[in-house]
């Protein structure tokens, strides 16, 4: 495909069960952001890869929450022990590197916890 | 820190008339701004940016923006707005300690026929 590619597309959690979103970058971009966008809100930065390197997680909320890119394209978001204030979308986005190159953001995985 | 402020969460608009959504930011240096458009179901996309020189930044789908350094502002404009703009649009500032975006609340826009 030519985007950013996430899933799943929807996602229901009881509260307390574990998460995993994926987020499929456009190929050859080495740098991955995930964002956290509430009802109402504007994204919010939660982490950054360089290829497999994570340089920025200040954004992650809690220790529940963690990232990887092991291979440098793929990355998964996995929140341990959900709560019902982590219901949002979580949005990803890639680019080729470089500084404020355009991010191209994947639609976004929606995530309501009960 | 760095923040954002759209001042508007709704503007309504009549097609073909004109539009104007509003930006503010706080960045103790020369910016990096970027406009964004979000539509249901979809992923956000890049309508314009803005990084040195002119003021005024051309953008796709006939949008334009204009830095104000004096007013911090980097606000949005269409001369022309057609019903297919309506979706949500956010404004956001490049961090200055990494790659990040930070954006504002955003601003819903209707088109009325």
């Known amino acids: 495909g030519a985007g950013v590619s996430q899933s799943p597309r929807y996602k229901v959690a009881k509260r307390g069960q574990d998460v995993a979103l994926r987020c499929d970058p456009i190929s050859g971009h080495v740098s991955l952001f995930w964002y956290q966008q509430a009802l109402g809100q504007g994204p919010e930065f939660l982490t950054y890869?360089?290829?497999?390197?994570?340089?920025?997680k200040s954004g992650l909320p809690s220790d529940r929450f963690f990232a990887e890119r092991p291979e440098g394209s793929v990355s998964t978001l996995k929140i341990q022990r959900t709560q019902k204030e982590d219901s949002a979308v979580y949005l990803c986005?890639?680019?080729?590197?470089?500084?404020?190159?355009?991010?191209?953001f994947g639609p976004g995985t929606r995530l309501t916890v009960l | 820190a760095q923040s954002v402020t759209q001042p508007d969460i709704h503007i309504t608009v009549s097609e073909g008339a004109s539009l104007e959504l509003r930006c503010n930011y706080s960045y103790g240096a020369t910016p990096y701004l970027f406009w964004y458009v979000q539509s249901p179901g979809q992923g956000l996309q890049l309508l314009l940016k803005y990084f040195s020189g002119d003021t005024l930044v051309q953008g796709i789908k006939g949008f334009e923006a204009e830095f104000k350094r004096s007013q911090s502002s980097f606000n949005l404009r269409k001369p022309s707005v057609h019903w297919s703009d309506a979706a949500e649009y956010f404004c956001a500032v490049g961090a200055f300690d990494g790659n990040k975006l930070v954006f504002g609340a955003g601003t819903i826009l209707r088109v009325k026929s």
């Open positions: 890869f360089q290829n497999e390197a994570q340089l920025d």
């Open positions: 986005a890639s680019n080729r590197g470089g500084l404020y190159n355009e991010q191209f």
